[in-house]
């Protein structure tokens, strides 16, 4: 069995909702870039994106940080760390270079914590990579590896195609920051780098990733 089929069968009892986390092998956890991976290099994400944002709605005041884009929900009651800044932490880029603080990154993001065990979060990564690419300029979309194995990540990235920004998480304290003990996790961050929206529903595909943009963001994804 090559290893891109290992990785594929890593997990084969996994709720329908997302991982609990505690299945990788620490012993061969990512650190900083010692081989090739698809993954992006993470510097530009601490520029707001390049390009004017064809919003669904009039942009948040710089003066209001902590409003939502109008005509989107406040954000969502009870899910901790909505309406709040990033947590202080930082992370090494899958690529090397600098580590990254996620209160440096500038948004509009889209924040996505996933792992190459995590079965919901491999059917969800070609959805974050269309996103990656029709919102290119105007939102970041940014990976977290969580507690996994670097070169099975790396395989998993090759397989689906993936190269938007990948920071790597070891220990796990993005995830316990925000308090889910399950992967997938989804941040929707606005341009003041507060947290619009935190999802763990599961598996998201392109048409409810969208959505959520638009509701929580004020921007309209490119069909």
């Not at 900083?32 to 004017?52: G, H, V, Y």
Request: hydrophobic residues 40%; contains cysteine.
């Amino acid at each position: 069995m090559n290893r891109r089929m290992a990785a594929a069968l890593l997990a084969p009892l996994l709720a329908v909702a997302g991982c609990t986390t505690g299945e990788p092998d620490r012993d061969a956890a990512p650190s900083a870039a010692t081989e090739s991976s698809p993954f992006a290099d993470c510097a530009a994400l601490t520029a707001a994106p390049s390009a004017p944002p064809a919003s669904a709605g009039p942009s948040v005041r710089p003066s209001d940080p902590g409003s939502a884009p109008a005509g989107s929900p406040d954000p969502t009651p009870g899910a901790p760390g909505t309406g709040r800044d990033l947590p202080d932490l930082s992370f090494a880029c899958f690529t090397g270079g600098a580590e990254v603080s996620l209160r440096a990154v500038r948004g509009p993001a889209v924040i996505n914590l996933w792992a190459s065990w995590c079965a919901p979060c491999r059917k969800e990564l070609p959805a974050f990579q269309r996103l990656h690419e029709r919102m290119a300029g105007q939102v970041h979309v940014i990976g977290v590896n969580t507690r996994d194995d670097r070169p099975r990540a790396v395989s998993v990235g090759e397989d689906f195609g993936v190269t938007f920004p990948t920071l790597v998480d070891t220990d796990q304290r993005l995830q316990r920051a925000l308090a889910p003990n399950v992967l997938p996790i989804t941040l929707l961050v606005d341009g003041q780098g507060r947290v619009r929206h935190q999802d763990v529903s599961g598996a998201i595909d392109d048409a409810l990733l969208a959505d959520l943009v638009r509701r929580h963001l004020g921007l309209d994804v490119p069909a």
